[in-house]
């Protein structure tokens, strides 16, 4: 007798979308999404991990612990060239001491090669065949695309919105559609219609707007809860927030190669320093370049690469005269604390602008 | 009828008000404990505030700041909530205006704050650790049996001040406690600390930061000597410390509530309405939100802490 399979995997923003469409399509299995991320995740993360471990494993701990509480019994986990490699075999491990019964899949996003997952698929879903898999493939490639494209929209405009909570509503029946996708003329319809329906959202934004940029750790990137939503904060004042980092950079864009990265944070840098250290030095120049007035650079409390490349930002804001505010999260992160440092951020990046038009009117 | 603003910074461990005329003069000052209950302390500042003022002098506007800016603002229905920061920073730059570099140590918070042509080009504030601030020095003047205000003094007596680890507070207080036992001086002890103080700082806080003259040290440890004199030898410059230094944040931010340009005439006796505050956890989603409720003899008057709907009132 087959058990019935039920696939979970840690939440990171909204990309539990097209994972789980993904998943739906290829493996004729259930999912069970664990609930979204609150301070209890966190709480239970945080209890069953090495006190010194790098909160994103926190998270995603919290969220396999919650996912087989509801009947999960397949887990996947990626990796990555940090302490992010070590997390599937410790977060296994910690698991199975708890007493849970489990399957484990890792992916490593690193040495990313759909065959090897194809064979992984086949031994959840003897039916799948290669086309299938592949047009699947095919299709959370483009839907990461239209998400990625969607939220950067949001980001620049959702600080500018004319009526309180248009973006969130029209973000929640666009994330119902998009999961219910099964081929590419579905997803094509849909993001044409959201297109459409993002640019018909009243916005009042000024051209001089404060723009600020978010550099740092994928994981507190992307993963709102973990930065004590710092880039709805950003938006509650009223400024425009860039980021490069979402999973289409990581997975597919060709600026994401070592190669261009190191280019591009010449001549602050010359070798790798580690995971996507030299992305937050390359865009952190980038960044500066463009005129951005300020830049926020975050990451999980010990993360080695970021904390690499911070004296390097340091010289970027000397060079450049750009402001750059540090933040470290951890469990034990006071919300209170980031907001202080983000208003003092927010009246500095105004007090400078102010000054700056005035100079110029001078000149 | 003269007209005048009031500041309010109530910190951690202090509460302190001001109250200043439209060309900045201090008309009414006060500095007091926080306790714990930073409502009591701005009853009993404001009480004190209004002794020092005549009849003929009508608060406008109100500012408040520091770690209670919101509770306190929210009860004395204030013009000016803003943060501490740019709070120090305004109040600083009115008595100094060539300012480049502040220094500020408070309660339970350090922060530098680089200033170019008057306004604020970069700050940094202590993110995860409290070592070397004022409860710290604190609690270590507790534990020699020395008066935190003649720490300072005592600490100027030393001629080799103690090397003490104080990377972490926990670890300085064994550190501290172990050099006591082999036979270390008193005051060298103390001299190291202030020492120890000043390094942290420097290294935390400070780090990449170019510290360029004039600079002013400010925030309650200012009062400090030893760790003035410290921040000289380790700097090499001289640092300034104004006798104001502690009301900096509070006419900071009553220069921001005068220039809001939005005015109501203050009334004193606020210190006379009873406010309460609840707080609970909200307990409708996981979250577990804590929500805080201000209430104005038995009226909500405001209510924060909330992450989603389910907690709104």
Redesign the interface.
């Known amino acids: 007798m087959s058990v019935e399979y039920k696939i979970s995997f840690p939440h990171m923003g909204n990309y539990y979308i097209p994972i789980a469409t993904f998943v739906k399509n290829t493996l004729n299995a259930k999912i069970c999404l664990p ?1 979204k991320i ?4 966190l709480e239970l993360g945080t209890k069953h991990s090495p006190d010194f471990v790098c909160v994103p494993f926190k998270y995603n701990l919290g969220n396999y612990i919650e996912a087989l509480e509801n009947g999960a019994n397949v887990l996947i986990q990626a990796g990555g060239g940090c302490r992010f490699g070590y997390y599937s075999e410790v977060q296994e491990e910690i698991l199975r001491n708890l007493g849970y019964n489990f399957k484990f899949f890792n992916i490593t996003s690193r040495t990313f090669k759909p065959l090897l997952y194809y064979k992984m698929f086949k031994e959840i879903n003897p039916m799948l065949t290669i086309k299938n898999f592949l047009y699947s493939f095919y299709l959370i490639y483009k839907q990461i695309a239209v998400l990625d494209k969607f939220e950067d929209y949001i980001r620049e405009n959702i600080g500018f919105q004319i009526n309180d909570g248009d973006f969130k509503r029209l973000e929640k029946k666009f994330h119902d559609e998009l999961i219910t996708i099964e081929k590419i003329k579905d997803l094509k319809s849909i993001s044409i219609k959201y297109t459409k329906l993002l640019k018909e959202v009243p916005i009042n934004k000024p051209n001089d707007c404060l723009r600020v940029g978010i550099v740092g750790e994928i994981y507190v990137l992307m993963e709102p809860f973990s930065s004590c939503f710092l880039e709805e904060e950003l938006a509650k004042k009223g400024i425009e927030v860039k980021r490069y980092i979402n999973i289409s950079y990581l997975l597919f864009s060709k600026e994401h190669k070592k190669t261009n990265t190191l280019k591009l944070a010449k001549p602050y840098l010359q070798y790798n320093i580690g995971a996507d250290g030299v992305d937050s030095v390359a865009h952190s120049k980038v960044l500066a370049k463009k005129g951005f007035d300020g830049i926020i650079h975050i990451k999980p ?1 010990g993360c080695t690469p970021e904390i690499n490349c911070m ?1 390097i930002l ?1 010289k970027i ?2 060079d450049y ?1 750009i ?1 750059i505010l ?3 999260f ?1 469990s ?1 992160t006071s919300e ?2 980031v907001k ?2 983000l ?2 951020f927010h ?2 990046l105004l ?2 602008k ?2 700056n038009k005035k100079w110029k009117e001078l000149t | 009828m003269e007209r005048a603003y009031l500041g309010i910074d109530v910190g951690s461990i202090s509460t302190k008000g001001v109250v200043i005329n439209d060309s900045n003069n201090i008309l009414a000052e006060k500095y007091l404990w926080t306790e714990g209950n930073p409502i009591q302390a701005v009853k009993n500042l404001l009480n004190e505030l209004k002794t020092q003022l005549n009849d003929n002098i009508k608060v406008k506007a109100v500012g408040t700041t520091g770690s209670a800016r919101k509770l306190v603002g929210t009860i004395l229905n204030a013009q000016a909530i803003k943060n501490e920061i740019t709070a120090h920073a305004i109040g600083t730059t009115s008595l100094y205006p060539y300012v480049k570099t502040i220094l500020e140590i408070g309660g339970q918070d350090s922060k530098i704050i680089i200033m170019d042509d008057g306004i604020v080009v970069d700050y940094a504030m202590n993110t995860l650790c409290a070592a070397g601030t004022g409860s710290f020095l604190s609690s270590q003047a507790k534990r020699l049996g020395i008066e935190v205000d003649e720490f300072g003094t005592y600490a100027l007596k030393s001629s080799s001040p103690t090397k003490i680890a104080a990377r972490c507070t926990v670890f300085a207080e064994s550190d501290l406690v172990h050099k006591a036992q082999i036979g270390h001086k008193k005051e060298d002890i103390v001299a190291g600390l202030c020492k120890a103080v000043v390094n942290n700082y420097l290294n935390n806080v400070g780090k990449g930061k170019k510290i360029r003259v004039p600079i002013v040290f400010q925030g309650g440890v200012s009062k400090n000597i030893g760790v003035t004199k410290a921040f000289e030898e380790s700097i090499g410059e001289k640092v300034i410390v104004d006798e104001h230094g502690h009301l900096m944040g509070c006419l900071g931010i009553a220069i921001l509530a005068r220039d809001s340009k939005c005015e109501q005439d203050f009334d004193f006796n606020i210190k006379d309405m009873k406010f309460e505050t609840k707080g609970y956890e909200c307990e409708k989603c996981s979250n577990n939100c804590e929500i805080i409720k201000v209430y104005r003899n038995e009226e909500l008057i405001d209510y924060w802490g909330n992450k989603c709907d389910n907690g709104a009132q």
Do not use: I, L
């Open positions: 609930p609150t301070k209890k995740t409390f004296p340091e804001s000397e005269k402001p540090y933040f470290s951890d034990q209170t604390g202080t440092r208003e003092a009246d500095m007090m400078r102010e000054k």
